[in-house]
T-cell receptor
Framework: GDSVTQTEGQVALSEEDFLTIHCNYS??????LFWYVQYPGEGPQFLFRASRDKEKGSSRGFEATYDKGTTSFHLQKASVQESDSAVYYCALGGSSGSWQLIFGSGTQLTVMP | AQTIHQWPVAEIKAVGSPLSLGCTIK??????LYWYWQATGGTLQQLFY??????VESVVQLNLSASRPKDDQFILSTEKLLLSHSGFYLC????????????FGPGTRLLVL
């Protein structure tokens, strides 16, 4: 079945550091790929999405490029801020009729001032 | 603009007691609706989805049930809570077009003792 793998469980950075959170997926066809961010005690917020090979999604300084060749959708940000501290989820839009979202395990980003 | 409301905000319940959680969407006609469960520190697991009033499909039951009594309302319930039901319950909606993005509500925190 379809799946999403986030390799980093936790990432700790200092302000202005460069961020990369890795996301790889396994699915047939061209699934839609998403990044969500979740702050403590809140529901996940949609960051951005991409639906086809080489498409770049971006929002709030974060970006990721859909790469079908490497089945990846890595999240990057050039200069993180303390307010970016949160859990980030990569998700895949399933191909079933339910339009199921399959989430990765999440990455806790902590940015120190 | 669409708004999503979940109630209650939080619950503390005894094992074996009944539960009813609600979700209301305003500003969107005939949305697809979803229930998710998130264990503390865990990822999101889709439980149910509904594409229309009176129709609910189960993805993972976890001894819970769901109903959609109105176009804008989605209910999650059980007659007997288990300790394993503790966690964060999230309602989400999306439009009816293929590959539309899912948007999440603020969630309900449930603690079963």
């Amino acid at each position: 079945g379809d799946s999403v793998t986030q390799t980093e469980g936790q990432v700790a950075l200092s302000e202005e550091d460069f961020l990369t959170i890795h996301c790889n997926y396994s699915a047939s066809g061209y699934p839609a790929l998403f990044w969500y961010v979740q702050y403590p005690g809140e529901g996940p917020q949609f960051l951005f999405r991409a639906s086809r090979d080489k498409e770049k999604g971006s929002s709030r300084g974060f970006e990721a490029t859909y790469d079908k060749g490497t089945t990846s959708f890595h999240l990057q940000k050039a200069s993180v801020q303390e307010s970016d501290s949160a859990v980030y989820y990569c998700a895949l839009g399933g191909s079933s009729g339910s339009w199921q979202l399959i989430f990765g395990s999440g990455t806790q980003l902590t940015v120190m001032p | 603009a669409q708004t999503i409301h979940q109630w209650p905000v939080a619950e503390i319940k005894a094992v074996g007691s009944p539960l009813s959680l609600g979700c209301t969407i305003k500003g969107k006609s005939s949305p697809n609706l979803y229930w998710y469960w998130q264990a503390t520190g865990g990822t999101l697991q889709q439980l149910f989805y509904s594409i229309t009033v009176g129709q609910v499909e189960s993805v993972v039951q976890l001894n819970l049930s769901a109903s959609r009594p109105k176009d804008d309302q989605f209910i999650l319930s059980t007659e007997k809570l288990l300790l394993s039901h503790s966690g964060f319950y999230l309602c989400a909606w999306r439009g009816t077009f293929n590959q539309d993005t899912q948007y999440f509500g603020p969630g309900t925190r449930l603690l079963v003792l």
